[in-house]
């Protein structure tokens, strides 16, 4: 076999286990393989990645094949935006990732999450997520912002300034507070609907 091959096994192998992971109604990897969109528009964007990247020639394919997943999935991630291993994509519906966008290893969206643009530069203007983060249902990222490793966006969130590693951001416009205990001490977030926060 191929090394090429072996890698894109590799790859979605783990894109299967880490919606296992996330995922509690998740019962087996042929289930989470055959009938999770979040996980079919990841292996898609991965495909329209490589033919983003190869020549500018192929960039019409790209988007051709990011147009499909998106209609097949109502997940859009432009063909432009750099994903690390092991994203999982909750429901997904509506989730939006702009073509300059990076993403770290293990990070988790809910849907209706929009990492987006504020500007109409050409050069970087979406947001840098490290490892880990996780983006809680409705929540908007924008502009060319860095979120740090293990940082938790609530739902609903309006984040527009950077999160430092560890930073929980709630509220419209968000708010970032500081847990007191180190991540590897929390308990996981499997809700971030949790992290809302009512203002009269």
Not at 14 to 22: F, I, L, P, Q, S
Not at 121 to 130: E, Q
Not at 138 to 154: E, V, W
């Amino acid at each position: 076999m191929p090394s090429s091959l072996r890698t894109v096994l590799a790859t979605a192998r783990e894109d299967v286990a880490a919606a296992r992971r996330h995922d509690p109604a998740a019962r087996s990897a042929l289930e989470v393989a055959l009938l999770y969109p979040g996980v079919h528009a990841v292996w898609a964007h991965r495909l329209a990645h490589r033919l983003w990247t190869v020549s500018p020639v192929l960039h019409p394919l790209g988007r051709a094949v990011s147009q499909l997943a998106r209609f097949a999935t109502g997940i859009e991630i432009h063909p432009g935006a750099t994903i690390g291993p092991r994203l999982f994509i909750d429901h997904g519906m509506g989730v939006v990732i702009g073509e300059t966008a990076v993403l770290g290893a293990d990070v988790m969206l809910y849907h209706g999450s929009t990492l987006g643009g504020r500007s109409l530069s050409r050069g970087k203007r979406h947001p840098t997520l490290g490892d880990r983060v996780t983006v809680g249902a409705g929540a908007k990222i924008l502009g060319d912002i860095t979120i740090g490793d293990d940082a938790s966006i609530g739902a609903n969130a309006v984040v527009v300034k950077d999160v430092p590693a560890t930073g929980v951001a709630i509220g419209v416009p968000a708010v970032v507070r500081i847990p007191t205990v180190a991540p590897r001490d929390r308990l996981p977030v499997e809700d971030p609907s949790e992290l809302i926060e009512y203002m009269i």
